[in-house]
């Protein structure tokens, strides 16, 4: 199977501005208490790919609803990708998202696991950049807010056969969020999945997908009916070690001071946010081992005192202390633990560089607004 390659020269973005644009009153009302996911900026990108034209039509568009044939392959066989990254205001007004390339490069992975085309690392920076160009407004600026930009890719020919899609679209639409922890960032209890698995040897565990999303809703509805915020899934093989929640990755603090957090073995997505996790950790000269944890390991390590924190990591919280994990048959930690110190510093530290408030010394910040 041949999947077309990017188009080597950079896409032209046109742009038609949206005539139900929302006044500067609605605007504000809006980012005064915008939640997660709710809103919609007035603005997305659309671009367009098919096998004969490679990717063409970059567009601003006004935000609306998509025209869908009933037969777009998306609708049947659920080839999509996604990303999820953030434009965070800065204190002299300025917009900055974290590590963008990052991003294209992981929907690139994941568009060659789903046959879908690559979009070239520039083409996705600028594809953001219009559309902040046009929208930063909508990026708010109360503490720890931000603009929630998701980039998606999905099968649009009209065409029942089982194949890889011969026209896709490429879209991004961006949605104000509120501070995660409103009311400080409070530890969390997580569910254990022992029925369901997220991901198998070859699958899609670690492409950005929606279909490894819609498996995980039904263990998520466990989760809330037992309390839980998220869930874990163990590994599909063996059942007994830790791969990671629904998502987000997770990671283990111990007595020493080193940091463990499973190993990138296929099945698991590959966080931006771990990657940058385990960079500013080594920066302390702690150690990170990437290594198989076992559901032993965690209990022994709880019940002895060696593992002394836990926290779960994505683009959307951050860092999310854990301090409890319950399953049907099974309780580790106490509900009621503190947010470990470490993993307190770690969140501050990655949102002090993402908000401009510490030396971004990796040069993870992108300025979009410039
Ligand atoms: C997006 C995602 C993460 C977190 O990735 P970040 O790049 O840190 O936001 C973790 N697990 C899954 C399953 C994800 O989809």
Not at 178 to 183: D, M, T, V
Request: hydrophobic share 40%.
């Amino acid at each position: 199977m041949t999947v077309t390659e990017t188009t080597s020269y950079p896409l032209r973005f046109s742009l038609t501005p949206s005539p139900a644009a929302r006044a500067e009153a609605e605007r504000e009302e809006i980012l005064a208490d915008p939640g997660f996911g709710k809103h919609f900026t007035d603005h997305m990108v659309s671009i367009d790919w098919t096998t004969a034209a490679g990717w063409h039509d970059a567009q601003v568009i006004p935000y609306g609803p998509l025209m869908l044939d009933p037969a777009a392959s998306v609708l049947h066989y659920a080839q999509e990708i996604f990303e999820g990254l953030k434009v965070y205001r800065h204190a002299d007004g300025s917009l900055h998202t974290f590590r963008p390339e990052a991003n294209a490069r992981r929907l690139q992975r994941s568009a060659q696991r789903l046959a879908l085309p690559e979009l070239s690392v520039e083409d996705f920076i600028e594809s953001l950049r219009r559309l902040v160009a046009v929208d930063g407004q909508w990026v708010p600026s109360a503490p720890e807010t931000s603009l929630y930009i998701r980039p998606f890719m999905i099968a649009n020919e009209s065409f029942l056969g089982v194949r890889a899609a011969h026209k896709v679209g490429y879209y991004v639409i961006a949605s104000p969020a509120g501070a995660y922890f409103a009311a400080g960032v409070a530890p969390v209890k997580i569910w254990l999945s022992t029925e369901y698995s997220r991901a198998g040897r070859g699958g899609t565990g670690a492409a950005k997908c929606g279909g490894n999303y819609a498996s995980s809703l039904l263990p998520q509805v466990e989760a809330y009916e037992n309390g839980c915020a998220q869930v874990l899934f163990l590994d599909a093989e063996t059942g007994s070690h830790v791969d990671e929640l629904g998502g987000m990755n997770i990671f283990f603090v111990h007595k020493d001071g080193h940091l463990s957090t499973p190993a990138l073995t296929g099945t698991i997505l590959e966080g931006i946010t771990r990657q940058s996790i385990i960079t500013l950790a080594k920066d302390r000269g702690l150690t990170v081992d990437e290594t198989t944890i076992t559901m032993d390991d965690w209990r022994d390590g709880i019940e002895s005192g060696d593992i002394t924190e836990v926290f779960a990591c994505g683009t959307a919280a951050v860092i999310t202390p854990i301090s409890q994990l319950l399953g049907s048959e099974i309780s580790i930690g106490n509900p009621d633990a503190p947010a470990g110190e470490l993993t307190m510093s770690l969140r501050r530290e990655l949102t002090d560089i993402q908000y401009g408030r510490t030396p971004d010394r990796h040069g993870w910040l992108t300025r979009l607004d410039a």
